[in-house]
């Protein structure tokens, strides 16, 4: 167990409805990662988030949003879903404060997002 | 760019070694790591390596890196039914503000006995 959390397991909805994806990260860790894992694109950064404040994008699609809120949780919203968002949605979470040093990032479990 | 390469299967014999290699394109990433991924799991971190070092070993697990090639590889000892798994390793590049992991493609590991 990595101590990161993520909610729901399993979540199938339809095309063009919206989901939030839930993430507590590890007790103390103010950093929290998304990342998507799907089988044409592989595992993918998304979006990062340093004690509340977006620290950098990547892969992120437009119709997706992020954020941390002050207990330091987070949600991944995903909206206007499409079949190709059909996916392993993983969080992480590190003590990392930016810089140029490197921490170990822990992963929670995912949620497999299903599309229909 | 950023494009971290792996062999995609690998097969080995129950109590043989294993290794996995990796070759990544980022010079400036401080840290390389591998995780490990059973069926329907998330991602378990097992070890990572400064990038000023040339070798990491834990327990079972040997990381070698090579710099000036950007390789890097996952030796496993004794290699167990237990270990069959897709093993990713991932690179940090070197930035300002973030830390994000740049992943492989992952290579399944298959145990036989």
């Known amino acids: 167990d990595s101590g990161v959390t993520q909610t729901p397991k399993h979540l199938i909805t339809a095309t063009g409805q919206r989901v939030t994806l839930r993430c507590s990260p590890r007790?103390?860790?103010?950093?929290v990662y998304w990342y998507q894992q799907s089988l044409d694109q592989g595992l993918q950064f998304l979006i990062q988030?340093?004690?509340?404040?977006?620290?950098a994008k990547g892969n992120i699609l437009e119709r997706f949003s992020a954020q941390q809120f002050p207990d330091l949780h987070s949600e991944l919203n995903l909206s206007s879903l499409e079949l190709g968002d059909s996916a392993l949605y993983f969080c992480?979470?590190?003590?990392?404060?930016?810089?140029?040093?490197?921490?170990?990032?822990?992963f929670g479990p995912g949620t497999r997002l299903t599309v229909t | 760019g950023e494009d971290v390469e792996q062999s995609l299967f690998l097969s080995v014999r129950e109590g043989d070694s294993s290794v996995i290699n990796c070759t990544y394109t980022?010079?400036?990433?401080?840290?390389l790591y591998w995780y490990k991924q059973e069926p329907g799991a998330g991602l378990q971190l097992l070890t990572y390596?400064?990038?000023?070092?040339d070798m990491k070993q834990d327990q079972r697990l040997t990381v070698l890196l090579n710099k000036k090639d950007k390789h890097l590889s996952l030796r496993i000892a004794d290699t167990q039914t237990g270990d069959s798994a897709i093993y990713f390793c991932?690179?940090?590049?070197?930035?300002?503000?973030?830390?994000?992991?740049?992943f492989g493609t992952g290579t399944r590991l298959q145990v036989f006995p």
């Open positions: 390596i400064f990038s000023n070092m």
């Open positions: 991932a690179e940090s590049p070197l930035s300002y503000n973030t830390d994000k992991l740049i």
């Open positions: 988030y340093y004690n509340g404040e977006e620290r």
């Open positions: 980022d010079s400036s990433s401080t840290y």
């Open positions: 007790s103390g860790d103010l950093s």
């Open positions: 992480a979470s590190s003590p990392q404060r930016g810089g140029q040093v490197s921490y170990e990032q822990y």
